[in-house]
């Protein structure tokens, strides 16, 4: 077997089911090999899709995806999507062609020295010098992408190396997988936060991430019942509490001072369980440095002058918040917390019956609610709509609304919602996404319908970047630079073979989104949207008196 061969050969052994990418020049030997396995390569529009393909399925599964590209140019296109996955914590491998060893030393056509390019923005970065190598790099690539904290590693494959023998048996075959032991937190370090917990008068528990990745729902919503305590949860983390759980009071992350905020401010003790800073800054929640904080996490915490534990519990997240459930006995209900609830769903439900035209988001989200069902995802594109989603968009479980919010990059919803729908195809996919973040990767609904993959994407349109303008208006009164004009959405669609969609009225959205739904192609419906709610919001919590 030459290097490629090996290659896709340990990659089966990883358990791999898809390559997602572009063929080049100097990756035909795996072109080869993978034609000749048992992985389908599904062949993308622009590299920026195929990595953001892998890193939604990696986010989803906690197996690495995998994204190929060429040399140069279409190496350098993966890059948004490598850093996306590196930063929220989804296992990504990157697989770069490469020009021959010979001609590194030279200027050469297209050349780069892809290494120390994904460097900054992997776990970690190889090259493939010598063919009896190539196992061991690939099962280490894995093994860092797919531990805590799981992020993207690259591995660049020049093409004179991937055309060479494998020499050797244990060369060529893939290298073991050793099932990792799971760590449990001591008993002092849990004993020792049951005597903070002791002090505390307004407990607050903030979950991250990493909760959803480590399987911590159920242990995370029994802990909260069971000791009263109020939860607040990151973009990333919702549906880790569902959204009926009397104790869940909100979606942390907007701007504003919303009702989360609130509940925050009011915290003498923060019990962070999976959070991330990358998620949202402690400083945010954490001004002064004055509040108590419990770290539970599989790993340690960052360091951050704003995030400093008063103690740490390290290990299986669920072990230990069992455990600490009986060092943390409460019998008093929560009422300053419960009655922010009442006030915070109030308010979300504002514009559940209103029929103006264009909608608001929030009518906008809460018909989409009415369709999906508790267990069908949603993938958010960022913009304006992003906010209004992590704000007002109910989950029930983890893993249903997927928001990027540690790179926080635009373009990720079409190519993200094919992943989920190959993972998970009797579910309903909604990608949402602005008319600003639609047209950076709209061309992978090609990919889709190529691949019979269907989905819905339902465009917010407002004719801007949203977001900014939001951002430009609370600071200055004014925008600037951001308008745009738009295609003929329902004609782009009918011109690479999709089923398109207008709202032109309010009432029509709940069927129209049902309708899409039944297709067996990718649809995509176009929705005004009406974004004079932004400063409305603003102003509204800018007079909040709590």
Known sequence: MNTAEVLIKSLESEGVKY??????EETLELMEAIKKSSIKFITVRHEQ?????????GRLTGKAGVCLSTLGPGATNLVTGVADANSDGAPLIAITGQVGTERMHLTSHQYLDLVNMFTPITKRSKQVVRPDTVNEIVRIAFKYAEMEKPGACHIDLPCNIAAMDVEGEVAQMPLKHHRENTVYASTDAILAAGGVFATAKHPVILVGHSA????ASEALSAFACSSKIPVVCTMMAKGVVSCDNKYFMGCIGMPQRDFPNIVMEQADLVIAVGYDVVEYAPAKWNPNGDKMIIHIDETPNHVNKFYQPDEEIIGDISASLDALS???PNTWEPEWALQIRQMMNADHSRYDHDTTFPPTPQKVLHDIRLVMDEDDILISDVGA????????????????????????TMGIAVPGAIAAKLLNPKKKILAVTGDGGFMMNSQELETAYREHIPFVTLIFTD???GLIKWKQEERYGDSFAVEFTNPDYVKYAE??????????RTEDLPRTLREAFRQNVPSIIECPVDYSANMELSQYLKNLNI
């Open 212 to 215: 959803v990745r480590n399987h």
């Open 463 to 465: 004719g801007g970047y």
């Open 495 to 504: 011109s690479m073979h999709l089923k398109g969609y207008r709202i032109e």
């Open 385 to 408: 709509h992003k906010m209004w989603i992590a704000r007002q968009y109910n989950c029930y479980h983890p893993n249903t609304c997927i928001i990027s919010n540690g790179f926080a």
């Open 49 to 57: 899709g195929a990595a953001f393909m892998a890193d939604v399925y």
């Open 326 to 328: 009986s060092v943390c």
């Open 19 to 24: 390559i997602f990418g572009i063929p080049g």
